[in-house]
T-cell receptor
Framework: TQLLEQSPQFLSIQEGENLTVYCNSS?????LQWYRQEPGEGPVLLVT?????EVKKLKRLTFQFGDARKDSSLHITAAQPGDTGLYLC??????????FGTGTSLTVIP | ETGVTQTPRHLVMGMTNKKSLKCEQH?????MYWYKQSAKKPLELMFV???????ENNSVPSRFSPECPNSSHLFLHLHTLQPEDSALYLC????????????FGPGTRLTVL
């Protein structure tokens, strides 16, 4: 079983569309990170959220941490081909174990 | 991002070779990690070091041997690998163990023939 489940697993959209990626767990997390990974490269940190209900914005990307700190979402507005990549959520459970999500592979078609 | 560097970026080796992967972090972190990422699989944590001491070994075969001479450097020594060991090997570091954001290197793409 995977502690952090991401949905959807694959997403292919047209340039300019909006999308939301979800990261869900039945466990509480003390913090959650979102990373983007391109093929053959390491994951690059996008954001860390630590407070329940927290919302962070990074240009066209909006990240939200659920009130109960069990889930998170990533919303991209007006997606661009440069947003293409594997999006990974990850975080520390309250037991201080670090878990990676199952990943969402995003393709933005020009 | 040059906070965590890994060399080499690509490595092809035979099953009888011995090679080493190197990771260096310039972030002043105290914890370092090795991960394995195979095609279409989630990242697998292999080893964890905190202040140069190994704190976790996730049942990794002995053909993988880590070494952490100081908090800034981490090595993964490889010998008699199998083709199924071909993967992207990622190094990461965090300021403190088990609580701070992990920052990743670019990875070493390993192919075992």
């Amino acid at each position: 079983t995977q502690l952090l489940e991401q949905s959807p697993q694959f997403l292919s959209i047209q340039e300019g569309e909006n999308l939301t990626v979800y990261c869900n767990s039945s466990s509480v997390f003390s913090s959650l990170q979102w990373y983007r990974q391109e093929p053959g490269e390491g994951p690059v940190l996008l954001v860390t959220v630590v407070t329940g209900g927290e919302v962070k914005k990074l240009k066209r990307l909006t990240f939200q941490f659920g009130d109960a700190r069990k889930d998170s979402s990533l919303h991209i507005t007006a997606a661009q081909p440069g947003d293409t990549g594997l999006y990974l959520c990850a975080g520390y459970s309250t037991g201080n174990q670090f878990y990676f999500g199952t990943g969402t592979s995003l393709t933005v078609i020009p | 991002e040059t906070g965590v560097t890994q060399t080499p970026r690509h490595l092809v080796m035979g099953m009888t070779n011995k090679k080493s992967l190197k990771c260096e972090q310039h972030l002043g972190h105290n914890a370092m990690y090795w991960y394995k990422q195979s095609a279409k699989k989630p990242l697998e944590l292999m080893f964890v070091y905190n202040f140069k001491e190994q704190t976790e070994n996730n049942s990794v075969p002995s053909r993988f041997s880590p070494e952490c001479p100081n908090s800034s450097h981490l090595f993964l020594h490889l010998h008699t690998l199998q083709p199924e060991d071909s993967a992207l090997y990622l190094c990461a570091s965090s300021l403190r163990l088990a609580r701070d954001t992990q920052y990743f290197g670019p990875g070493t793409r390993l192919t075992v023939l």
